[in-house]
């Protein structure tokens, strides 16, 4: 009796860390990134609490600011209510900026933890994709945070007197924020969960948030505090797109969001990418 003998088969070693992206072309690189950018949108799609942030959020920090603080600090600027309205919407339009962008480091953060980035480690993909994907996404999703934050910006009574000085504010933001996502993708990837990564994120953005011009004109605040915002990215964002949208001075805001954005990127993006190359 013979037994019957199989030919072995020669199976290919999984590429070794770094390995693939020297392997894949740009078109590759292209397609890849399209696919991961359908594969976070479907997930949001069967996630739709995924979403809350971008669509409540403008809505209640928007209808709470006006109607609980604009009469007082609306007072103090000459105007009222109204005049409030015009001064904390581009306010607003920054703090988005910054709050959207917290959720990339979450979300990476998630896909370690359930295992997705081991699944992707398997696949010849690029890793630059993954990471371009989720970037893409969240630009989007803070595109729809700023259409919602519009909308009802003119529902409480703001008056855009500049449409291009608005795309141009809205343009200045996503820089801002694409900047900022280098710093929690770091975090989210060195993080050992997603709640450390969003008490991080908390204890960063909020003195940045309210030791701004966001909310209330700093010209009554102490003279280190003062001092402080004036160099704060997010005043200087604030500032920028209130100049844009509805006029007043733009220049020192404009430079000090741009110095912060090609900063931020320029520092942390290398950091970013070495440390999720290493754990992916």
């Known amino acids: 009796m013979t037994t019957a ?38 997930w949001i799609r069967n996630n739709p609490e995924s979403m809350f942030d971008a669509l409540l959020m403008p809505i209640v920090f928007t209808l709470l600011f006006v109607y609980v603080f604009g009469g007082s600090i609306g007072q103090a600027l000459g105007g009222g209510q109204d005049a409030y309205v015009q001064y904390v919407i581009p306010g607003m339009l920054a703090m ?28 010849p993909i690029g890793r630059a994709s993954v990471l371009i994907a989720k970037i893409s996404v969240e630009l989007l999703r803070m595109l729809i945070a700023t259409t919602v934050l519009m909308i009802v910006a003119v529902l409480v009574g703001f008056d855009v007197v500049s449409w291009s000085g608005l795309f141009a504010a809205v343009g200045l933001s996503a820089l801002f924020g694409f900047g900022v996502m280098w710093i929690f993708l770091t975090l989210g990837v060195t993080m050992k969960s997603a709640q450390s990564v969003q008490a991080m994120g908390f204890l960063v953005m909020m003195p940045l948030q309210f030791g701004s011009s966001i909310f209330a004109p700093t010209a009554s605040m102490p003279g280190w505090l003062e001092a402080f915002t004036r160099y704060n990215p997010l005043s200087g964002l604030a500032d920028a ?13 404009l430079w000090v969001t741009l110095a912060w954005s090609v900063g931020l990127t320029v520092v942390m993006a290398p950091i970013a990418i070495r440390k999720f190359t290493n754990k992916a």
């Open 5 to 42: 003998t199989t030919a072995p088969v020669d199976i290919p070693p999984a590429p070794l860390k770094g390995e693939a992206d020297d392997r894949i072309g740009l078109r590759a690189h292209a397609r890849h990134t399209g696919a991961l950018i359908r594969r976070n949108l479907l």
């Open 96 to 123: 988005m900026s910054m709050t959207i962008a917290q959720a990339v480091g979450t979300g990476f953060n998630e896909d370690f933890q359930k295992g997705i980035m081991d699944r992707f480690r398997s696949l």
């Open 241 to 253: 797109a209130r100049g844009l949208m509805v006029g007043g001075p733009i220049a020192h805001g």
